[in-house]
């Protein structure tokens, strides 16, 4: 069928168009999470040596029982989809910082497996990252903002990850 002759799309209700206070709103806060994460990603890139998603996964993997983590449980911790996380895990393997290992109870799973060469290139660049994030967010605020600053995030995110087996989350991609 020519798209040009389909048929319009049934009215529905309008859409609840942002104020100008929603507007500001969401804009500063498209603003700044980019403009944190380009921080925290230059800063790790500079002094580590590894992009801001190489490091949270060492992070996962480090406070993980044995330092292993099954891959599926990983990516939905880490909140990105499998294929993103397989391709970081490549490159982490490839430096010598994780291993993956195959379950041997699920012929298709398999674990991921912080290295000790992961472990101290962590130890090495965690003060420095610590450092970037304190200076960048919580420097920033006061205990009361930073209390308020987590409720919000808690509230967001809960409502973006629904109980549903067949929701659209990208771990499960």
């Not at 290992?101 to 699920?106: L, R």
């Amino acid at each position: 069928m020519d798209p040009a002759s389909a048929p319009a799309p049934a009215p529905g209700p309008e859409p609840r168009w942002l104020d100008d206070s929603e507007r500001h709103l969401w804009l500063t806060y498209l603003q700044a999470t980019t403009l944190l994460e380009d921080h925290l990603d230059r800063q790790l890139q500079r002094d580590a040596g590894m992009p801001h998603l190489y490091y949270a996964i060492l992070v996962h993997l480090s406070q993980a029982p044995r330092r292993r983590l099954r891959m599926t449980q990983l990516a939905k911790n880490l909140k990105i989809t499998r294929s993103r996380l397989s391709h970081a895990a490549a490159r982490l393997e490839q430096r010598g910082w994780m291993v993956r290992e195959d379950c041997p109870s699920d012929k298709r799973g398999q674990f991921a497996v912080l290295s000790e060469d992961g472990q101290e290139v962590l130890r090495r660049s965690a003060p420095g990252h610590v450092g970037a994030v304190r200076q960048a967010l919580f420097d920033r605020l006061s205990p009361e903002q930073q209390k308020s600053l987590g409720e919000i995030m808690e509230i967001i995110a809960e409502g973006l990850q629904p109980d549903e087996a067949d929701a659209d989350l990208p771990w499960l991609r």
